[in-house]
């Protein structure tokens, strides 16, 4: 095939392999090593092409956008190449998906809350980065998990709407601003 195969580890490593690396196997066999983590553990398995570009998020809410293309291609099983700079002031990596331009993304930590943003509004950063805060925690806080939802437009009725909304309070606060000179 033509697709390749990214594995990311919550230490920051990364593993990019061609599909080819993983032979057909019957139903009980146990598989084979894809990544090698050192104590870390697997936190995304991905299919990708080179032109895609990925999301990577942090426990400490720091995120980038980086090409997959920046991504050495390795061998199945080996350690991989840093994908992101991991330090404690950012902690380490949750979350790895490939994105599209019609998403948003949607931040959860481990206290319920929820948080969501445009894509657009997250930089695409070189391979080996911190990442830029997406969302400031507590003390305790951390992420727990990330999801990618479509974008929602807004339709051109609402659109309206608001803007005779706001031209309305505009319109308010001049005359009240009138009245308190009078």
Known sequence: G??????G???GRMVKFNEDEIRVMGRTASGVRGISLDGSKCICSEIVTE???????????YGKQTKVSEYRQTRRGSKGVKAMNITDKNGSLVSVKIVQDNQEL?????????M???????SLLGRVTQGLRLINLKDNQKVSTISLVEKEEVSESIEEELNTL?????NENTIIEEKETE
Do not use: A
């Open 166 to 170: 706001s031209e309305n309070v505009s």
């Open 106 to 114: 949607v931040i959860m930590t481990n206290s319920g809350m929820t």
């Open 116 to 122: 969501r943003m445009p894509l657009d509004q997250i």
């Open 9 to 11: 580890s919550d230490s």
């Open 2 to 7: 033509n697709d390749l195969v990214l594995l």
């Open 51 to 61: 032109d895609d570009t990925i999301l990577l998020v942090t426990e400490k809410g």
